[in-house]
């Protein structure tokens, strides 16, 4: 089949990247003639990386760190929605030649939520860490999720106050807010190819529903000892999957299935080594 168009991920390292075996397994279901690739930029190669893009045919990209800022700064126009948020996770390029950035990780997040059967409207959560991710998290559980109450558990102070900003019902909070939340959200790495908590998982009990943004394992060991204390879990694939999904249908037009995309993922995930050593942990520093 001829590729008429092109999509990518660029960031720095990008090579361990699950999502070119999202979107080519997609787009091989669907007969789409697009391909997925990966691009690793240095630091200052956003800009041209986004002026070559209708030059090259390239269609869209997925941004990720540390790049999501640089691509705020380097496109045409920004959605009004992630104005705010100064990051950029998608670039599109329109059929005038110019490119729109925009952000998909937040909503993604609230959209596999959803899926999940877990209503966050009118709910208490607590976000914990206030990095790009957070901070996405935190603008979308306000705009798209409508939460009653958001609390920034974040050991920087600044970092807290930062992401707060971005939504009219968030607030500085502390590690006792945890105990008053409905759905308690790990927006940190922390447990990323480890066993680590960000939290004292003594906290957890069956009254929580707790998220975690991580996804390599797919059960971190705060999901595994959310489930041992009778909590409902959502693992971290799924934000992944979904924020990809939204990514698509900016560049194509068309909603891809999530379930191809989440069995490829998976199946890439499964070939990955197993964690390391357990380490349990407090709520850690801001990474942005």
Known sequence: MTVARLAAVIGRPVRHSLSPV???????????DWAFTRFELREGGVPAAIAAMPVLGIGGYAVTMPHKPAAFESVDEVDPEVRRLRSV????????????GTSTDGRGFVDWVAACNTNVAGRSIAVVGAGAAARSIVHALDVYGHAA??????????????AAELSEVAVVGTVADISGAELVVNATSVGMGTNATPIDPGLLTSGHVVADIVYHPLETEL????????ARVVDGLGMLVYQAVLQQELWTGRRPDPAVMRAAAEQALSQRGRPGPTIVG????SPG
Not at 282 to 285: D, E, I, T
């Open 149 to 162: 109450r958001i609390a920034v558990i974040n050991r920087t102070r600044s970092a807290a106050v930062e």
């Open 89 to 100: 996770n998608t670039v599109v390029l329109r059929d005038d030649g110019t490119t729109m």
């Open 282 to 285: 407090s709520v850690p520093p």
């Open 223 to 230: 999901l595994r000892a959310a489930r041992a204390a009778g």
């Open 22 to 32: 999202m979107h080519n397994a997609v787009f091989q279901a669907a007969g789409l």
